[in-house]
């Protein structure tokens, strides 16, 4: 089998074994641990394309592992928990995860996911490509251009980059301090309302329909993701 190697670390043997099926079955290679400590041997030994991480381990709490991970692997985490609260997720997100799922979660959901930030992996980002079409849009980063059915939309300067920063990270849950800490600076980290204000125009000016948005999801009370 050559199909992406994916670590699972989760202490409950009956969600391991779930999820393992459930890779499996999408052509996934998978390696388990139900700890942390064994999770951290296996991804060194073995450096996994994705991690697919319990917060609750026995010996520790995964955004432990995600810290230590993280600091020498860009691999994507994928964390799924039954710990539901808002400061939860933008904990261990905000320590390097790219994504949380909540238990119960279906098999649908989570190869989605998975499906997602492989392909991000994959790409190493969009902020690498030059050009980017997604709907009736092209951003073309080497002219700092966005195109919607042909006619260039005007962003301003703070628009354009928050769009970058967003499209860099496509499929990736962003916390509002990190997009606010990339676009605006550390001394914004808490002004929530200006990122507010500015996905809205984005949605305005580069969605079907702002009130449904396809690309720019929010994330309620954590952040936003950016999906093609």
Known sequence: MSGPLILVVEDESPIRRFVREALVSEGCRVLEAGSRDAGLLAAGEHRPELVVLDLGLPDGDGVEFVESFRAWSRAPVLVLSARSTEQDKIGVLDVGAD???????????????????????TTGGESGAARLEFGDLIVDFSRRQVLRQGAPVRLTPIEYRLLTVMVASAGKVLTHRQLLREV?????????????????????????????????????????????
Do not use: C, M, N
Not at 99 to 121: H, M, N
């Open 99 to 121: 994504d949380y799922l909540t238990k119960p979660f279906s098999v649908g959901e989570l190869l989605a996911r998975v499906r997602a930030l492989l392909r991000r992996a």
């Open 184 to 228: 605006w600076g550390p001394a914004y980290s808490e002004s929530s309302h200006y990122l507010r204000i500015y996905v809205g125009h984005l949605r305005h000016k580069l969605e079907d329909d702002p009130t449904r948005p396809r690309h720019f999801l929010t994330e309620t009370g954590v952040g936003y993701r950016f999906q093609l």
